[in-house]
């Protein structure tokens, strides 16, 4: 059996893995979906303090307490960020990492590095003009091109997202992911945004996969992702 942890993006949170999570327990597998400081069950918390390290925090911390090893860590957009974070204090506890139509960021990049100027500032415009400064409002599930049947719940679900989480910068130790595999999901149906992000896997020769659906694969495609989580060695 493995062991799994699964990291929501921006946004987002546990909830969103409730339907892969629910397939791997009835495997038999360890399935951990932390929410991030200020997201979700734990948005009470959200703050101007709460930034990428903070994240990066949650999940080695969560991973260091529990007493896991041999984790298969998946992260979700935004969780992309978090899982190099991760992978770079604790390879040696984690079989294998999977970016699921995530960012990949390099040593002293921010999220709002690798986004196009016009997306960057206009994240910022709207911090100010809406956050007070320090906090994005979720962005339409329908612009990630979420099932039509799910939208409205994920549109409820959502809450607002740190600022300084994307404008933090990485910070990273190892010249390369030292963890047993390293793998690459693309979402297809919505792909243009991450494309750049696939192809750059492939080029650090990692295993590359695509699924047809949208951004939040969890909801559009869980059966086959568990599926292919569970072929993930």
Request: overall charge negative; charged content about 20%; proline content about 4%.
């Amino acid at each position: 059996m493995k062991t799994f942890v699964l990291v929501p993006g921006a946004w987002h949170g546990s909830w969103c893995w409730k339907r892969v999570r629910a397939a791997l327990t009835r495997l038999g597998h360890a399935v951990f979906t932390p929410s991030l400081t200020g997201l979700g069950e734990r948005s009470h918390q959200l703050s101007p303090e709460v930034d990428l390290e903070t994240h990066i925090d949650d999940v080695a911390n969560l991973i260091r307490w529990e007493d896991l090893s041999d984790v298969v860590l998946v992260g979700h957009s935004y969780g992309g960020c978090i899982i190099s974070g991760v992978a770079d204090l604790m390879a040696d506890r984690i079989s294998a990492l999977v970016y699921l139509d995530a960012f990949i960021l390099e040593d002293g990049q921010s999220l709002h590095d690798t986004l196009p100027e016009e997306a960057r500032q206009g994240q910022l415009d709207v911090a100010v003009a809406v956050g007070d400064g320090w906090r994005l409002p979720p962005i339409p599930a329908a612009v990630f091109n979420v099932n039509a049947a799910d939208r409205e719940w994920v549109d409820a679900k959502c809450t607002a997202q740190p600022l300084a989480s994307f404008r933090q910068k990485l910070r990273l130790t190892r010249e390369a992911l030292d963890v047993g595999s390293v793998h690459y999901i693309l979402a297809t149906g919505w792909g243009l945004p991450m494309t750049s992000f696939y192809e750059k896997a492939k080029v650090l020769g990692w295993a590359t996969h695509e699924i047809a659906g949208g951004h939040d694969l969890m909801l559009d495609r869980p059966d086959e992702l568990t599926s292919l989580l569970l072929q993930i060695e």
